[in-house]
């Protein structure tokens, strides 16, 4: 009786295990949440071929004469904005060195502080998702406020900015970016 008890614990126990390991495996593991709610409205990046899907109460806009911008997305009153952008570096085109995601941060940290004159850097932050590392920088410069979050596809580096000019809180726009951020599909 003792033996049949001890095998029910130890087979309950193992199902919560591989539970809980699925779950950390599925979720963002961010200072922010990633709970906001998505359309099922998929956009794909014009360079790259990630696809996305688009946070409710905000639509893409197609204004990118200079190419310089994948994806632009913009909430309802037009005063926040998530954009995805390639980010090319020395480091990634330079096959001598070995690119790294930290190595791109760091990269990336000079050239925000070089061409924004009077930024404050508020948080940095490396949290994980599906497999996927990212790299994010929080920070303050004049009308606003922004976070980019750095990540590799195959070859390539991306930024993923969200930036509003105070209307919304903090944690709701790095939310919807975190959700945003799950919703990434790469190309195969």
């Known amino acids: 009786m003792l033996k049949?008890?001890?095998?029910?614990?130890?087979g309950?126990?193992?199902?919560?295990?591989?539970?809980?390991?699925?779950?950390?495996?599925?979720?963002?593991?961010?200072?922010?949440d990633n709970d906001y709610p998505l359309t099922s409205r998929t956009v794909k990046s014009k360079t790259t071929g990630l696809t996305l899907?688009?946070?409710?109460?905000?639509?893409?806009?197609?204004?990118?004469?200079?190419?310089f911008i994948d994806l632009w997305l913009v909430n309802s009153t037009n005063d926040a904005s998530i954009v995805l952008t390639p980010f090319n570096s020395e480091a990634q085109l330079n096959s001598r060195v070995k690119?790294?995601?930290?190595?791109?941060?760091?990269?990336?940290?000079s050239y925000i502080n070089a061409s924004h004159k009077?930024?404050?850097?508020?948080?940095?932050?490396?949290?994980?998702?599906?497999?996927?590392k990212f790299e994010a920088i929080e920070y303050e410069n004049s009308g606003g406020y922004k976070r980019d979050v750095i990540f590799r596809s195959g070859n390539s580096y991306h930024v993923l900015t969200a930036y509003s000019s105070g209307n919304y809180s903090k944690e709701e726009l790095f939310g919807i970016q975190n959700s945003i951020l799950t919703s990434i599909r790469y190309p195969d």
Request: with cysteine.
């Open 4 to 10: 049949n008890f001890i095998r029910c614990c130890s």
């Open 12 to 32: 309950f126990l193992l199902i919560i295990i591989i539970t809980l390991q699925l779950n950390s495996c599925a979720s963002l593991s961010s200072i922010y």
């Open 53 to 67: 899907r688009v946070p409710q109460g905000w639509r893409e806009v197609d204004n990118n004469d200079d190419g």
């Open 99 to 109: 690119s790294d995601l930290d190595v791109i941060k760091d990269f990336y940290l």
């Open 118 to 132: 009077k930024i404050i850097i508020r948080q940095e932050e490396v949290f994980e998702h599906a497999q996927n």
